[in-house]
């Protein structure tokens, strides 16, 4: 991918005004009915790493609910991406800081999907602060409430319906793992999402239901755009090893591994990092 231009986006932002344009549609994967007759809902699927694990969920044969703040735009093309696939695809926009929401989404989602199998909690929130004092108290809120409050409430609604062999996925991030100076307030809500996803596996490994964490590094998607300033932009992703952001059709296969029972049956309390080439201690 060539460098980030130096741009900003009003948040959420979207796709469209994005250059270059992210790679998050899926169109060199092919599916194995690795999900066939599965229901799933992505939270945070407009777009981005939820938009990719949507339609890659879709190719291997699941029906999918999308629940999303705003981007209309984004999710629309989403649903085609899913529909596309002969897959069925509900839009659930609405705000998941409320807490009201997050059980309407399940509500909907199940009763629109005839049920729910897989749960991938993927919305997340940041803005960029150079350090703890300019973070102002509404958006420490906000991003705890956006970022671990609703995977908590989206979490606890499902569990009404998840059968057994079903599958918890959350996504966390690099900065979860080894923090961000510039990020503290998304890097603590990061890690909690780790130690979430650890204290989950064993709460619910007797109900049969895996709970397992993706922690990315940097990923091109449209939160970078509305939540960084221009020149942090143009050198997105640069830091790592690689070289490079990855793209979200380079973070999707992860969650369908985590969400197949063909082939992660043994996998639960697991965080799949990929992070570019970052060495990670322990």
Not at 173 to 190: E, W
Request: glycine residues 8%; negative net charge; proline residues 7%.
């Amino acid at each position: 991918m060539p460098n980030p231009s130096p741009q900003e986006q009003p948040y959420p932002g979207e796709t469209a005004g994005m250059d270059p344009r992210p790679r998050d549609e899926m169109a060199e994967y092919t599916g194995r009915d690795l999900l066939r007759g599965r229901r799933a809902l992505v939270t945070g699927g407009d777009s981005g790493i939820g938009r990719a694990v949507a339609v890659a969920f879709a190719k291997e044969g699941a029906d999918v609910a999308v629940a999303y703040l705003s981007e209309d735009d984004d999710a629309r093309r989403t649903a085609e991406l899913v529909e596309a696939t002969g897959q069925r695809c509900v839009l659930l926009p609405g705000d998941l800081a409320d807490p009201r929401h997050c059980a309407e989404v399940v509500t909907r989602a199940v009763r629109e999907l005839g049920g729910l199998d897989l749960l991938v909690n993927n919305v997340a929130y940041q803005q960029n602060a150079n350090s703890l004092t300019e973070i102002s108290e509404e958006q420490w809120q906000r991003t705890f409430a956006v970022n671990i409050h609703s995977y908590y409430r989206v979490t606890k609604a499902a569990l009404d319906h998840l059968p057994e062999n079903s599958a918890i996925i959350n996504t966390a991030s690099i900065n979860g793992l080894k923090g961000n100076g510039h990020l503290i307030d998304y890097s603590a809500t990061k890690g909690a999402i780790i130690a979430l996803t650890y204290s989950l596996a064993q709460s619910l490994i007797k109900k049969r239901i895996r709970v397992n964490c993706v922690a990315p590094g940097p990923v091109w998607t449209p939160l970078i755009p509305a939540t960084f300033p221009a020149d942090k932009v143009q050198e997105f992703g640069q830091q790592v090893p690689m070289g490079r952001a990855a793209q979200p059709d380079e973070i999707a296969p992860s969650y369908v591994f985590f969400a197949s029972d063909q082939l992660s049956s043994y996998y639960t309390g697991e965080v799949l990092a990929p992070i570019g080439g970052i060495i990670l201690p322990g």
